[in-house]
Structures are given as structure tokens and as C-alpha cells.
């Protein structure tokens, strides 16, 4: 097991580098860059920049030179039009564009190896200090979600599994699907309306993971308070995410259930709980912990984003979903190493908990 998971260790290397190239590539082909971003303001706010700088010790270029200079950058830069080179070389090398593409992709890669992601270009402040301040709201909502979902969906779909076909399995049925078909954030929506002082109920708050005078408060009213704060994003969020695991679940033990082993047992006068605990909860649970790495990931940097602008909670998410419209790469390729990162190793731990809930499967065996 020991080589196995050196294995998968060192696979990680390669797996990271394909998706920062890939992502790298996507990003260079893509209009409306930094540099673009910064000529668009400029153009905006300055009425005579060629006046501005294109004068050298009190002499002004040559109308020829500079209309030389300015066709050499039109093509280069969207709406660079009448804004001088010289500028824009400053504004290339402020962004880091003033280098080529392989050499900055390296330059990247080298600066990722001991977690250095530079700066924000905008917010001026380290990517990783930023993804350490965002980092405990998405923790937050990703942990207790992805706890009471699982907590929510096992009981509910063995249950389910064991009564199916009965009143309790049509009626818990309808729910599930009435709960999956509504959006995460339209309940939220509703859940702010009628219980965080929209038309009815104020009884919870409505932006923020903690209250403004947390460092005045206990350590129990913390405690409360932090939930409290939690209790709305964390519902909303559990209504949309517990349908499919529920369904998942029932089928993976109808199906076990179904089984010539289970049958031999009832057979043999083996209790039904025995059955049910001991011989088919360890074998039908395996595909239900093979989607829990994809799931916590899901809630964790993706299903959180419309929740978090919802309550105004500032999380990873948000962070990364205005990185990307911003333009703000050093946060959006930081942010996608971490992602990508805790991915993969969920992904390994989840590889070991199969081999914790069933010691017969060896990974190592089946890697040679």
C-alpha cells in the first residue's frame, strides 16, 4: 500500500502541471487581459495621453515615428489605439507581460513549488494571504454542508432501500425530488424572505460569518453566534446537495441487497440488522465514498459561490469568480493550484478509506 500511494503522490506532479498549461494556454488566448483592462481605464480618465508621454527632455517624436509606434501596437492590444508605447511596455511590465509566455508559464511553475503566487494585481495584498482570509468561510460552508448531507442522506436512503415501495418511501421520494429542483440559491432567497427580515421573520442575520462585536463576545456566545451566522447559507446549500446522495445511496443497497450473499444469509437465520449492518453496509457505502472527494469539492469551491454573494459571506469562491473577471491571474492560477492541490489529495484519501471500509481491495495490486 506503502508504493501505491507514492505512486499516486508523484502522479500529482504531472496532473498539476497538465492543468496549469492547459488553463495557462486558455488564459493567453483569451481578450481582455490586464494590460487591456489598464489601457481601457487610462483612455477613460486621460484626455491627452500621447501629449503625456510621448515627450522625452522637452522634445516631442516625430508625427511619423509615433504613428509608427502606435500601428505597432494596435494589433497587439484591443483599443491600444493612441496610447503610447512606451506606456504600454510600462504597463507590460508592471502586469508581467514584458517577458514570453514559456518563460513566465516556468517562472510560474517555480515560484508554485514553494507556494509563492505573487500578488494580487488589484487588490494589493499576497495571493496566499488572500486565500488564508477567504479560506475559513468556504471551510465553513464546505465542512458543515458536506457533514450534515452525508449525515441527512445515508440513514435517509438505507431506510428508503430497506422500505422501498412503501407509503414512507413515495412520500420521502416526493420531498427529495421537490427539494432537487429547486435551486440552492432560490432557497435562499426564500429562506432570507421569511426568516432574515425580508417580509416576515428577522431572526437571523443577513450577511457575514460572524457578528461585528465577535471579539467582545465569550467563548459559548461565539460559538452561538458562528452558527447562527451559518445556520441560513448552510440550509440552503443542504437542500440542493442531500437529493442525489439520498437516491444514490438507496439504489447502491437495493442493489446489494438484492445479491445471492444477502439471500444465503437470510437463509441461514442471519438477523436482518446483521444483514443489513454487517454483510451489505460495507460493500454498497464503496460508491457512495468514491463521490465524496467530488462532492466536498463541488460545495466546497463552486456550489458556495451564489450562496456566498447571497449572504455576503467572502469566500474562496466569490474570490476566485472575481479574479476571473477581473483579470487577476496571479489570484486565479494561485487559486486554481490550491483547488486543483486539495483535489487530488481527497481524491488519495479517498482510495485509503476504501481500503479501511474493505481490507479485500488493493490498489496496489492492481496498479502493477
Do not use: C
Not at 34 to 45: C, D, F, L, W, Y
Not at 182 to 188: D, R
Not at 337 to 351: E, P, Q, V
Amino acid at each position: 500500500m506503502l508504493n501505491y500511494i507514492i505512486k499516486r503522490l508523484f502522479l500529482i506532479i504531472p496532473t498539476l502541471l497538465g492543468i496549469l498549461a492547459v488553463n495557462f494556454i486558455i488564459i493567453q488566448a483569451a481578450p481582455g487581459g490586464p494590460v487591456e483592462k489598464a489601457i481601457a481605464q487610462i483612455k477613460g480618465t486621460e484626455v491627452s495621453v500621447t501629449e503625456r508621454f510621448t515627450s522625452s527632455g522637452g522634445e516631442q517624436l516625430s508625427n511619423s515615428q509615433t504613428r509608427n509606434n502606435f500601428s505597432s501596437t494596435e494589433n497587439k492590444y484591443r483599443g491600444s489605439q493612441g496610447i503610447d508605447p512606451d506606456l504600454i511596455k510600462e504597463l507590460e511590465k508592471q502586469y508581467g507581460f514584458d517577458k514570453p509566455p514559456l518563460q513566465r508559464f516556468f517562472e510560474m511553475l517555480k515560484n508554485y513549488l514553494v507556494f509563492d503566487f505573487g500578488e494580487s494585481f488589484y487588490k494589493d495584498k499576497s495571493v496566499i494571504s488572500l486565500i488564508l482570509e477567504k479560506l475559513p468561510v468556504s471551510i465553513s460552508l464546505g465542512l458543515w454542508t458536506t457533514l450534515f448531507v452525508y449525515l441527512i442522506s445515508i440513514p435517509l436512503g438505507i431506510k428508503k432501500a430497506v422500505k422501498d415501495g412503501s407509503k414512507f418511501d413515495v412520500y420521502s421520494s416526493s420531498l427529495i425530488i421537490v427539494g432537487y429542483a429547486i435551486p440552492g440559491f432560490l432557497f435562499a432567497i426564500f429562506l432570507i424572505v421569511i426568516f432574515a427580515g425580508g417580509s416576515y421573520l428577522d431572526i437571523f442575520p443577513l450577511r457575514g460569518l460572524v457578528s461585528d462585536n465577535w471579539e467582545e463576545l465569550s467563548v459559548i456566545e461565539k460559538i452561538v453566534d458562528y452558527f447562527w451566522h451559518l445556520t441560513l447559507p448552510v440550509l440552503a446549500m443542504v437542500i440542493g446537495g442531500f437529493a442525489s446522495l439520498t437516491m444514490l445511496t438507496k439504489n447502491s443497497f437495493l442493489d446489494e441487497i438484492n445479491k445471492q450473499y444477502v439471500l444465503t444469509a437470510r437463509a441461514k437465520g442471519v438477523g436482518e440488522k446483521k444483514v443489513l449492518y454487517g454483510h451489505v453496509f460495507r460493500n454498497a457505502m464503496l460508491i457512495v465514498i468514491s463521490g465524496f472527494p467530488a462532492a466536498f469539492i463541488n460545495i466546497l469551491f463552486t456550489s458556495s459561490l451564489l450562496i456566498e454573494v447571497i449572504f455576503s459571506l467572502d469566500g474562496l469562491g466569490l474570490l476566485g469568480f472575481e479574479a476571473a473577471l477581473g483579470r487577476d491571474y496571479p489570484v486565479v492560477f494561485g487559486s486554481l493550484y490550491i483547488f486543483t492541490l486539495i483535489g487530488l489529495l481527497l481524491r488519495l484519501i479517498s482510495d485509503l478509506t476504501y481500503v479501511l471500509i474493505d481490507p479485500r481491495i488493493d490498489f496496489e495490486r492492481r496498479s502493477d
